[in-house]
């Protein structure tokens, strides 16, 4: 995973040295004041269906005139074929030109996440299977199917999945499912062997471990180094770490004196320098934001960051603006961290899917204690989809110091086979959360009334409602939060609580 902040991705491909990742935007990045980017795009059925006209990408295209709205509830129950659920096929082009610079580079093109499935062409020719799962980044190496110069690139989409178990997870939950490229598209050229991602596990007492796996093996006698700068660029002592790589996966540790830690109060943040080195020369040079704190769920206690122990103080949040759907710029996201800290809340749970990548560094930036979520309302993925959909989720979002927890779906939409999963790829191992259920010793019921709310207080289990006071259901957001709270607040086995929800989700048709 990179640390790549999107209004510096034309910067960065200009001016990167041969061994660090380049990017090219296919799409909008989402930074302030950026002019839309329009590809070609036909509909195949439906409003605005049947001729080829422009669409912007990212985007909704319910929110650029096409298809059919669809509120995820009106197909519960039903047959997949039922005519009520839209079953719409949009079909994206547009050419791009691959600089001369980046002959004899691993070529591979990012989606950020579409709805739902997508299948991808370059120059006419399949770039891998068709991705299934609307919320998660995935890409494809291109690199065979490039040629010099100008190439075409053809992405078809369907609203609905082939995948029944996506559907049902994804596609019939409480809120608007869209349709279309709707978070950013790239490209990005790497060095031919490279960094592939890392993870990060660093502690408040100052052990740092990282995992770095590579595209492929090295030459021998290949090192891997990593440096620590804090926020000012200022390097930590030891001034470097460094392992022999003797095959993909390489890890790397060492010991640093007194780092400056992270939480919600003082949201410290480092960046770990990984340079992959053969005889002497830098194969590959990749950045990436992380932060130094420990995580510990205690039985029967608490939630304890850094030794001290936390009430995360939290609302639920979905991606969403009215005009926009869930395509949201990155300032929209800096926004809703920001608003949510002024209402002297610490805590957000992503709910129910991972959010753009923005939101996560605002959170990281800001001090939010982020509940990361796996989609999952009340219906979950098959096995192998769920694994490979957690794989996805926690690549990307691992090295983020907000996130305390994986929430493994939501509801009774839970993956259960696949909670080591999460594991397989987080060094860090944070417990795994199961909303609505007692799972990993904290029972994160929902809506109790008050009488059960003073039961659940008293223990012995650690008690955290990921949802409860409805802002729908129960007379409002907050209503007789003061009630609620005193208690909660009096427990010790209490560690806080989301309202639903931060906002109303209300569309603004076109």
Known sequence: MRAICFPFLLALAATASGETTLVLPLSGTGADGEKPVYWDFKLDTGRG????????????????????????TQGRGKPDDDPVIPKETGTYKRSFDVPATWKGRAIHIVFEAAMTDTTVLVNGKSAGPTHQGGFYRFDYDITSLIKPGRNELEVRVAKESANKSVNHAERRGDYWTFGGIYRPVWLEARPQTHISWTAIDARADGSFFARAVLNHTPPAGTSLVV??????????????ASAPVNGEDVRVSAKFEKPATWNAEAPHLHSARFSLISAGRPLHTLDQRFGFRTIEVRSNDGVYLNGTKIVLKGINRHSFRPATGRTL??????????????ANMNAVR????????????AADELG???????????GFYDQPTGARLIGQIVRRDVNHPSILFWDNGNEGGW???????FHRWDPQRRAVLHPWALHSGINTDHYERYDSTVRLS????????????????DGGIGAGFRDYWNVMGRSPTVAGGFFWVFADEGIERT
């Not at 269906?49 to 995820?72: D, H, L, M, N, R």
């Open 368 to 378: 939010l204690y982020v509940l990361d979520e796996l989609a999952g309302w009340q």
């Open 329 to 342: 710029t990155r300032a929209e996201n800096y926004s809703d961290a920001r608003l949510i800290k002024e």
């Open 49 to 72: 269906s049947g001729e080829w006209k422009k669409i912007a990408v990212p985007s909704q295209w319910e929110q650029q005139g096409f298809g059919a709205y669809y509120y995820g």
């Open 350 to 361: 992503m709910s129910h899917y991972p959010p753009d990548r923005s939101f996560l560094e």
């Open 415 to 421: 993956n259960r086979e696949n909670d080591g999963e």
């Open 458 to 473: 008293a223990g012995p289990e650690i008690f955290m409602p990921t949802e409860f006071l409805h802002g729908l259901y």
């Open 227 to 240: 440096r620590l700068f804090d926020a000012a660029g200022k390097p930590l002592e030891p001034l470097i």
